[in-house]
């Protein structure tokens, strides 16, 4: 069974700072595409980040360019989401996507039906 599991949510004030955190097994990461998506109270999932195999190519939203950076850690099978100068429209449950229908492809998703499992999400709510 495929387990993504989300942390570092909490309550920040705007112009803070977070650091998400995605881990999965070893077998679910190898290889594989993953992504950060967002939820916003009321709204539809968005598409925050993304990051290819091995971690050479990254894509950020325009709404969170140059303040929110996805990487990985391939050696702790863990991609993180750190998050910058945050603002109460940040607020939102942020999940964690991987991608596991391709490996090792230099591509990255920007769409949710193109990831394949999901985390829980984890809630950032961001005050004013």
């Known amino acids: 069974q495929v387990e993504l599991v989300e942390s570092g949510g909490g309550l920040v004030q705007a112009g803070g700072s977070l650091r998400l955190s995605c881990v999965t097994s070893?077998?679910?990461?190898?290889?594989?595409?993953m992504g950060w998506f967002r939820r916003p109270p009321g709204k539809e999932r968005e598409f925050v980040a993304a990051?290819?195999?091995?971690?050479?190519?990254?894509h950020h939203a325009d709404s969170v360019k140059g303040r929110f950076t996805i990487s990985r850690d391939n050696a702790k099978n863990t991609v993180y989401l750190q998050m910058n100068s945050l603002k109460p429209e940040d607020t939102a449950t942020y999940y964690c996507?991987?991608?596991?229908?391709?490996?090792?492809?230099?591509?990255?998703?920007?769409?949710?039906?193109?990831?394949?499992?999901w985390g829980r999400g984890t809630q950032v709510t961001v005050s004013a």
């Open positions: 996507a991987v991608r596991t229908r391709v490996r090792y492809v230099t591509s990255y998703a920007t769409e949710g039906s193109m990831y394949d499992f």
């Open positions: 990051i290819n195999w091995p971690g050479r190519t990254t």
């Open positions: 070893e077998d679910t990461y190898t290889g594989a595409a």
